[in-house]
């Protein structure tokens, strides 16, 4: 019903910098809260950054400063700019999307297939 497909990734040296995409489509009424988790080798998903409808954003410490999250909703887009990037950045990252359904009434979460981010010392 709902598809999120995301673009970016890719391998970059330390201190670099990656933007990453995602464009959702389908049987879409609106988007409540969209946002980037990575999972890094051996390690559980963790949230890196979400943003609300109204532009409200959430970020775990480890991003501040660093890591940017935008979205335009007309287009039921998300991007993630990621700055000075770390090896500890590496990771596969998953879009999701709190999505209410083209009916208006019911609500599902999504998620992307993910795209690998791999940062070289």
């Known amino acids: 019903q709902v598809r999120l497909v995301e673009s970016g990734g890719g391998l970059v040296q330390a201190g670099g910098s990656l933007r990453l995409s995602c464009a959702a489509s389908?049987?879409?009424?609106?988007?409540?809260?969209m946002g980037w988790y990575r999972q890094g080798p051996g390690k559980q998903r963790e949230l890196v950054a979400a943003?609300?409808?109204?532009?409200?954003?959430n970020y775990a410490d480890s991003v501040k400063g660093r890591f940017t999250i935008s979205r335009d909703n007309a287009k039921n887009t998300v991007h993630l700019q990621m700055n000075s990037l770390k090896p500890e950045d590496t990771a596969v990252y998953y879009c999701?999307?709190?999505?209410?359904?083209?009916?208006?009434?019911?609500?599902?979460?999504?998620w992307g297939q993910g795209t690998q981010v791999t940062v070289s010392s």
């Open positions: 999701h999307a709190n999505v209410v359904l083209g009916d208006g009434a019911r609500r599902n979460n999504y």
């Open positions: 389908g049987y879409i009424f609106s988007i409540n809260l």
């Open positions: 943003i609300s409808s109204g532009g409200s954003t």
